[in-house]
């Protein structure tokens, strides 16, 4: 059997408007008619209701790229998990890299708004990796830690709404993924930690994506030998035709 592999794209703070983002999602729209698979498009908050309004299909489902971990209160500027969840959004991506180095999130503050989002209803792709690899391996034990307080709210029943999205932070907006045999060493590695922190099965049972300079070219070779579960993808999944050709290629056609 062919295995199906989720594909998110995380459009960030891109297009810079409205009427931009509709024409993508609505080639987006028009390609995926063709595609078996999971997409999951991310885009910024302002845009998501109007996009998930003018989509009745089941091929494409919506996330938000952040929200804050409360509610509701006088947080100007802030948006909550519930409201990305009212405005049709199913999953939601939490410690994204960008948002570790711009907003300064640390992992407690991850933990917090994990949590948040699976009491929401939302699935939450939880993105973890290294930002520089040292020759001692010691990325390792910081992804470990990372991954330890990240989830550290988060008990064995609400681990079926977590993902693990693995995204070596040096790889992101660059040309180059990793090898796949580096992310399959990772997998394997990252499935080693969340049996540590829960058990074996919730360990089999969580799905790991890799992200960081996803491609056309490249996807084929990641999806052979990388061993994941599906693909975040940031620049290419601006581009319908190759956010479509990656979502083929992820389902094994
Ligand atoms: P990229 O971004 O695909 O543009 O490298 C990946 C990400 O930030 O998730």
């Known amino acids: 059997m062919k295995k199906k592999r989720i ?3 995380n459009w960030k703070m891109n297009p810079s408007n409205l009427a931009d983002a509709k024409k993508i999602f609505s080639r987006i729209k028009q390609l995926s008619s063709d595609v078996t698979g999971q997409l999951v498009i991310c885009p910024p908050a302002p845009y998501l209701y109007a996009l998930v309004s003018s989509y009745k299909g089941k091929k494409i489902a919506f996330g938000a790229q952040d929200a804050y971990w409360q509610n509701s209160g006088s947080l100007t500027g802030y948006l909550s998990p519930t409201m990305m969840e009212s405005s049709g959004a199913k999953y939601l991506i939490v410690g994204h890299s960008e948002r570790r180095e711009i907003a300064g999130e640390a992992p407690d503050v991850i933990a917090k708004k994990v949590l948040a ?6 699935t939450i792709v939880l993105c973890t990796g290294e930002k520089v690899r040292d020759r001692n391996a010691d990325y390792l034990i910081s992804i470990k830690e990372d991954l330890r307080e990240c989830l550290k709210k988060i008990d064995k029943r609400m ?3 977590v993902m693990i999205a693995y995204e070596p932070v040096w790889t992101i907006g660059g040309r180059e993924a990793m090898s796949p045999q580096d992310i399959h060493g990772m997998t ?4 080693k930690v969340l049996t540590e922190i829960y058990d074996k099965q919730i360990s089999d049972a969580t799905q790991i994506l890799y992200g960081g300079a996803v491609n056309v070219e490249n996807v084929t070779d990641i999806v052979k030998d990388g061993e994941i579960d599906g693909l975040l993808v940031g620049r290419d999944s601006l581009v319908p035709e190759n956010i ?3 979502v083929t290629v992820a389902n094994g056609k």
């Open 7 to 9: 594909v998110i794209g």
């Open 117 to 122: 989002g699976v009491e929401a209803g939302l």
């Open 159 to 161: 681990m079926a709404h």
């Open 188 to 191: 394997i590695y990252i499935r």
């Open 244 to 246: 479509i050709q990656i």
